[in-house]
C-alpha cells in the first residue's frame, strides 16, 4: 500500500522536525518547503497541506498570498497548527487578538462528532506556544474545539476541507492523536 504524501509547509516554526516526524508516525511521507517556496498547484503529488506554526504574524496576507492561494484553489485536505491556523482565519476575515502568553499543556474541550477528534476523548490537553487568539470563526469556518483561554481552539470550513488548531499538534500524546485523525481524512 503507498503511504499518503502531505505537503508541510513551514512558516518559521521551531518544531519542523517534531512536526514531520507526528506526520510520518501516524502513517504519512513528508515533504517540508518553506512558504516562500510553496508550489502553484499540488498537481496530484500531495495528498494533503499541513500550515505549521510561524515567526510572522498571521495578518501579513501580502506574505503569505502564494500560501493562502493554493489553500483556497487545491481540493485536499488542509491543516493549519498554531500560525498556520491564524493565517486561514485571517485570510477568511477572522480578526486576532492579543492575549495573555500561553506556553505548556492546556486542557481543551473538542467536538467529538468531528472527524479530526475519532482517536481522543472528548477532553484533551495540548500544548500551546502563543499570544495571538481566534475569539470568532471566520465566515465559512465554526469552532469545533474551545477553552476557557480561546473560544476558537479548533476550527473547521463548512465544506470540511480546511481544519485548524491553535495548539502545537506535534507535541504530546493527544496531539498526535488528532493528527491520526486527520490522517484518515486524506488516507
Known amino acids: 500500500m503507498t503511504r499518503p504524501r502531505v505537503l508541510v509547509v513551514n512558516n518559521g516554526t521551531l518544531s519542523l522536525r517534531q512536526l514531520r516526524s507526528r506526520l510520518e508516525e501516524v502513517g504519512s511521507l513528508t515533504d517540508a518547503v518553506p512558504v516562500a517556496s510553496v508550489p502553484d498547484r499540488l498537481d496530484g503529488r500531495y495528498q494533503a497541506i499541513v500550515l505549521s506554526g510561524t515567526k510572522v504574524r498571521a495578518y501579513d496576507q501580502d506574505h503569505y498570498r502564494p500560501l ?97 488548531s491553535q495548539a502545537h499538534l506535534e507535541f504530546r500524546s493527544d496531539g498526535r492523536e488528532i493528527l491520526r485523525g486527520f490522517a484518515q481524512l486524506y488516507s
Do not use: M
Open 68 to 164: 493562502i492561494e493554493l489553500v483556497n484553489s487545491t481540493d485536499v485536505p488542509v491543516l493549519g497548527i498554531c500560525g498556520g491556523l491564524q493565517i486561514i482565519a485571517a485570510s477568511a476575515g477572522g480578526h486576532l487578538a492579543e492575549g495573555p502568553q500561553r506556553v505548556g499543556g492546556y486542557e481543551v474541550q473538542v467536538d467529538k462528532e468531528e472527524p479530526l477528534f475519532t482517536f481522543v476523548k472528548p477532553t484533551v490537553t495540548v500544548f500551546h506556544r502563543h499570544t495571538l487568539y481566534l475569539r470568532q470563526a471566520p465566515p465559512g469556518f465554526r469552532a469545533i474545539g474551545w477553552s476557557s483561554h480561546a473560544p476558537v481552539e479548533f476550527l473547521r470550513s463548512d465544506d470540511g476541507r480546511v481544519l485548524g
